[in-house]
């Protein structure tokens, strides 16, 4: 019996809209695509759509956080075959791994994970949404269960715009704000062979936000992002930035190499996102366009709409037009409750 796809499509679109925090929105995308392609475990990884960097990350039943950390070194290093970006590029947004067909594999180091694990089978769907990348999701089957199929990964194909569509609907739904009575910026730094060094006081607050509320983890899981970003700041022309949306609002990391070479340690930087961070993301997240985007930093920076037209050159009945259209996408009011969201 084939199953209703646009059925699927339409209830997790419902049940994203009741998912209050990334545990129950991995939950509901897993319970919804398993009607379709049935699963042991997943993981689910958003990624900040403006750099790919990692954002957050929820899973069941999948790789334990070294084994984890290892298939993101990969990835980030370029040595696996089947990254979001490559994916992309080839314009497939499906792959499928089975342990010991080396043919298929995703990379030596992935290939050697999966021996090590009970994992028998991999299915990779990159969530894509007219060519940018909002996260990946990774299927995973026991050793012995039943391969992905030809059919699961149609399936899946046929899934994954749905599927990137509920992961930005789950994030625009945080709107765009700043951290209230958040500690100071924290730094975290990182010696050359991915040892933590330091950690300040609030490094160590700001660390314990990025993980899951009610969730046990050790320092691998704890340290994933950090980790992450840092990785990421040591590859040339990579901006090492990932804005990722908390229950009480946006937080920032940001890493920069603590030598010009890259090949040292790193420092990562962790605070609330300030508006000039979180601007950018309204683009992708509202449709915000670049006009707005200008309006939104006048009124940030205290201007009347009368200055606010005279310094954009326009007109300003125009710019309260733009101010209605930014309330309309975004959900918000009033001037005064937008300004209120994006000010710390």
Not at 30 to 39: D, R
Request: aromatic fraction near 4%.
């Amino acid at each position: 019996m084939n199953p209703d796809l646009e059925l699927i499509s339409r209830d997790l679109s419902a049940a994203t809209a009741e998912a209050a925090t990334v545990s129950e929105l991995g939950m509901v995308i897993s319970q919804q695509i398993g009607k379709a392609v049935p699963h042991d475990g997943y993981m689910l990884r958003g990624v900040d759509p403006l750099t790919g960097a990692a954002c957050f990350l929820a899973k069941e039943h999948g790789y334990e956080a070294a084994f984890y950390r290892a298939l993101e070194t990969e990835e980030i290093l370029g040595r696996d075959r089947h990254t979001v970006v490559a994916l992309v590029e080839s314009a497939r947004t499906v792959a499928v791994l089975v342990s010991g067909a080396s043919d298929v594999r995703h990379s030596v180091q992935h290939e050697d994970i999966m021996n090590a694990t009970e994992v028998g089978g991999e299915m990779r769907i990159a969530l894509t949404l007219r060519g940018m990348a909002w996260g990946v999701l990774v299927l995973l089957r026991g050793r012995g269960s039943r391969p992905f199929s030809a059919t699961d990964a149609a399936h899946a194909e046929r899934l994954s715009g749905p599927l990137a569509g509920t992961l930005r609907q789950y994030v625009a739904g945080r709107f765009l704000r700043p951290v209230r009575g958040a500690p100071a910026p924290g730094v975290v730094v990182i010696d050359g062979d991915d040892t933590i060094r330091a950690v300040t006081k609030t490094g160590r607050e700001w660390v314990r936000r990025l993980v899951p509320e009610n969730v046990t983890a050790d320092e691998d899981e704890i340290f994933a992002h950090i980790w992450n970003i840092a990785l990421a700041a040591r590859q040339p022309g990579r901006q090492a930035l990932s804005r990722i949306p908390g229950p009480d609002g946006w937080i920032v990391l940001q890493a920069q190499p603590l030598d010009e070479h890259g090949s040292g340690g790193v420092a990562v930087t962790i605070e609330s996102a300030s508006s000039d961070v979180l601007l950018p993301a309204a683009a992708v997240l509202y449709g915000i366009t670049s006009r707005e985007q200008a309006v939104i930093g006048r009124a940030l920076e205290g201007l009347a709409v009368k200055q606010i037209a005279r310094s954009l050159d326009l007109s300003p009945h125009t710019v309260n037009d733009h101010f209605k259209a930014i309330y309309r996408k975004t959900g918000v009011n009033s001037r005064e409750e937008l300004i209120s969201s994006l000010s710390r």
